[in-house]
C-alpha cells in the first residue's frame, strides 16, 4: 500500500508514501502540520485502510474534528484513537495495512533516554514493514532534546518540516522536506498557504 499526499502542489513535489516508511512532521504552533496528518489519515480511510491515531489531546476533541473533516464518505474506514500522556511502544497500537498517526510525538517521548527512544524507533520500524503499515509523526519544533532530535531524523525514512516567518507583508508560511525515501529531498523552502480548512502549496512563490 501506498499512500499519496493529497495536498496541492506538494503532491508535485513528493511521491506517494509507501508502505512500511516513518514519517515525520515537523513544525511550531502552525496548525498546519496536524491538519496535514489528518488529511493523510483521512486519504488512507478513504481507500480504505485501517488507521489507528494515538494523541495527547481528548480523545472526542480529536473524533469530531476527524469526522468534520472527511466529507462523509460512504465506506471509509473507521479510526482507532487513543489518549496517552506518555509512549513506551508504537507497536501495539499499529494496524495492519494501515495507517499509525502519533500527534504531539516529542511531548509524548519526553521523559525517554535516547536509547529508549531509538528502541521505541526502531521496533516499530521493524514492525511497519511486517505488518505493511505506515507510521506518521508530528513534533514540536524545539520541544525535543537536540540528541532525540538527531536520532528521529536519522531514523525516518521522511521528513516535513512546516515553518512560518514575518515578512514584510506579514505571516509567510513555507515547508522544506530535507528527507524522503530513496535519496529525495527538496533543497528550497516551498510557500504553503492554509486557512484552518484547507492547505496548498504555491510552486510559484520563492520563499528566501
Not at 494523541?55 to 472526542?60: A, Y
Not at 499499529?94 to 495507517?99: A, F, K
Not at 521496533?123 to 511497519?128: I, L, T
Request: hydrophobic share 45%; proline share 4%.
Amino acid at each position: 500500500m501506498s499512500l499519496k499526499v493529497e495536498v496541492a502542489g506538494l503532491d508535485v513535489l513528493v511521491p506517494p508514501i509507501e508502505e512500511g516508511t516513518t514519517i515525520v512532521v515537523e513544525g511550531g504552533a502552525d496548525l498546519a502540520k496536524s491538519f496535514f496528518v489528518r488529511r493523510l489519515c483521512r486519504t488512507a480511510r478513504h481507500v480504505p485502510r485501517p488507521v489507528a491515531f494515538v494523541t495527547s489531546q481528548v480523545e472526542q476533541e480529536l473524533r469530531d474534528r476527524l469526522a468534520l473533516e472527511d466529507g462523509g464518505v460512504a465506506g471509509a474506514h473507521e479510526t482507532t484513537i487513543v489518549e496517552r500522556d506518555a509512549l513506551e511502544s508504537l507497536v501495539e497500537f499499529m494496524p495492519v495495512r494501515g495507517v499509525l498517526a502519533v500527534d504531539s510525538f516529542s511531548f509524548l517521548t519526553l521523559d525517554l533516554s535516547a536509547a529508549q527512544l531509538a528502541r521505541l524507533l526502531r521496533d516499530g520500524r521493524r514492525a511497519a514493514r511486517d505488518r505493511g503499515s505506515i507510521i506518521v509523526l508530528t513534533t514540536e519544533t524545539g520541544m525535543a532534546d537536540p540528541r532525540a532530535t538527531a536520532l528521529l531524523t536519522h531514523l525516518a525514512e521522511g521528513l516535513i518540516e512546516f515553518r512560518s516567518q514575518e515578512g514584510p507583508e506579514g505571516l509567510v508560511r513555507f515547508l522544506r522536506v530535507p528527507k524522503w525515501s530513496e535519496g529525495r529531498f527538496i533543497d528550497r523552502n516551498v510557500y504553503y498557504s492554509f486557512d484552518g480548512q484547507r492547505l496548498a502549496v504555491d510552486l510559484r512563490n520563492r520563499v528566501l
